[in-house]
């Protein structure tokens, strides 16, 4: 047996298994909530995390045991619909405005098998394929983000790079081929023939049309789904199709690498099928965006032809900018994108309309609000093994890239203002910026400079191999420490 089947069937035992289910249960869990909820979603099985903890010790032997013996096969993926367009909260108009995105639930099952294969190929490719194309390719692969590929966007741009292709691949995921994603597998894992199997079997697994259950996932509960035969594609959404996808483009990256650039000396970022060619001049680019066209469809893709989608961006005009990975960026700066904003603003009214309530103080919906900025910080959750503090994930952080800081200011005013409005209309209450304060509201633009200070800080947060961690949370006064520490 070869040595990365090997490897599989050694990681896939029990133990992992179940470590893996409690870092997918902690990811699922609002710890807002008093008590906690998990939110995982419902697969076509109909199983529940109540119903897989009542039987976890069979249900986690079950899945090492039907992946030693080869016998593991996935469900059919569950199609939710998610709304692209933030002013659109109905999925069915979504739907018929056709500003939607298809996303793949999988049973609690297949995405343990998910993650346990992804780790295996994911250390095999980014030590072997993926090093020839580093510094291109920002999706899906361990130290890599969407914020560091718009930073080395701005990188090229104020290196002269200012004629841009910022392109999107048409359906990327909905129309990878299958005979020529699985040659490409192949090729690459020889003589691993389980882990092939497993990932044929990944990518053909069926799909559950959205318009078949109407978004009612309980109805699983009680009835058997009507399937449809996924002929081309990988389901979107889950870890393992993220690497396929790159595994895919890896051609794409290197015939950039390797042939685009030796006739034009172009500079190119790529995050998922969402990429962005930058040159000197542009006539170039615009025999590029031919090139490029051509070479897609030598793999069975094609360019986006919504104007929106792809288009050439001349950097040299004023407040022209290139849209990428919720970022705008330009010569001048990197900033947040409008639709981002936009969409973050919505969020910010519906909690403060849905949570603020006066006898609570207000505590809640601030609460809330500081969580939408910060976080799982809030959580306050810590290593046990390490003792360090679990890794942050939140909206600024995400953001904290980008250099113009008056987004953050107005968006602070924001915030206050919409909290002004409220309380004056329904409480009759004034309230000033120090009641916030008290109230623990936290300021954008000072969390800002507090991440960005700690970036260039000795690292604070727990970075133990998924095998050691977890988390336990520690309870405290999250508005009083924080407020302390940090001198708000």
Same mark, same amino acid.
């Given at each position: ?23 997918? #249960? ?124 718009? #930073? ?10 200012? +004629? ?83 595994? +895919? ?18 500079? +190119? ?33 094609? &360019? ?42 919505? $969020? ?92 623990? &509201? ?7 400079? $507090? ?38």
């Amino acid at each position: 047996m070869s040595s990365l089947d090997c490897i599989l069937l050694s990681e896939s035992n029990q133990e992992n298994i179940k470590k893996e289910f409690e870092l997918y #249960k902690l990811a699922k869990t609002d710890d807002l909530c008093e008590p906690p909820i998990i939110k995982m979603p419902l697969g076509v099985d109909g199983v529940t995390c109540e119903h897989f903890l009542s039987d976890f010790e069979n249900r986690t032997l079950g899945i090492h045991k039907r992946i030693s013996k080869g016998k593991y096969k996935f469900k059919p993926f569950r199609e939710e619909i998610k709304s692209k367009d933030a002013k659109i909260k109905s999925k069915v108009l979504a739907m018929e405005l056709n500003k939607y995105r298809i996303l793949s639930i999988a049973c609690i099952d297949d995405v343990l098998t998910q993650k346990i294969i992804y780790k295996i190929l994911s250390r095999f490719t980014e030590d072997t394929v993926f090093k020839e194309t580093n510094d291109l390719s920002y999706a899906y692969r361990p130290n890599k983000s969407a914020p560091q590929a718009a #930073k080395k966007l701005y990188e090229y741009m104020k290196d002269g790079y200012l +004629y841009a292709l910022d392109a999107d691949i048409e359906k990327f995921f909905d129309k990878i081929p299958h005979n020529e994603l699985m040659s490409n597998v192949v090729n690459l894992l020889g003589e691993n023939k389980l882990l092939i199997k497993y990932i044929k079997r990944f990518i053909k697994a069926p799909r559950v049309e959205y318009n078949t259950y109407n978004g009612n996932a309980t109805l699983f509960q009680s009835k058997i789904p009507q399937i449809t035969k996924r002929l081309a594609g990988v389901p979107q959404g889950g870890i393992l199709s993220g690497l396929l996808a790159n595994i +895919y483009l890896h051609q794409f990256d290197m015939w950039i690498k390797s042939d685009l650039n030796n006739r034009f000396d172009v500079k +190119y970022v790529r995050y998922a099928d969402d990429f962005v060619i930058l040159c000197k001049s542009e006539e170039s680019i615009i025999g590029i965006r031919t090139e490029v066209a051509k070479f897609l469809r030598s793999i069975k893709l094609s &360019l986006h032809p919504d104007e929106k989608k792809t288009k050439i961006v001349n950097l040299t005009r004023k407040k022209s900018a290139v849209e990428f990975v919720g970022f705008s960026i330009s010569p001048t700066g990197i900033r947040i994108k409008t639709a981002n904003l936009l969409r973050f603003k919505s $969020r910010i009214k519906e909690l403060i309309y849905d949570d603020i309530t006066l006898d609570k103080n207000f505590r809640k919906g601030i609460h809330r609000i500081n969580y939408k900025v910060i976080g799982n910080e809030l959580a306050n959750r810590y290593c046990i093994n390490c003792g360090l503090r679990e890794p942050r994930r939140s909206w600024l952080d995400y953001f904290v890239t980008l250099t113009d800081i008056q987004q953050l200011k107005s968006l602070d005013l924001f915030i206050r203002t919409e909290i002004y409005k409220y309380t004056k209309f329904r409480y009759k209450i004034n309230l000033s910026k120090n009641d916030l304060i008290l109230y623990g &509201l936290f300021s954008l633009e000072k969390t800002y400079y $507090r991440f960005r200070k700690e970036i260039m800080s000795p690292q604070s947060y727990c970075s133990c191999s998924t095998e050691n961690k977890s988390f336990k949370r520690i309870k405290s006064s999250r508005y009083v420490s924080y407020l302390t520490l940090h001198d708000y």
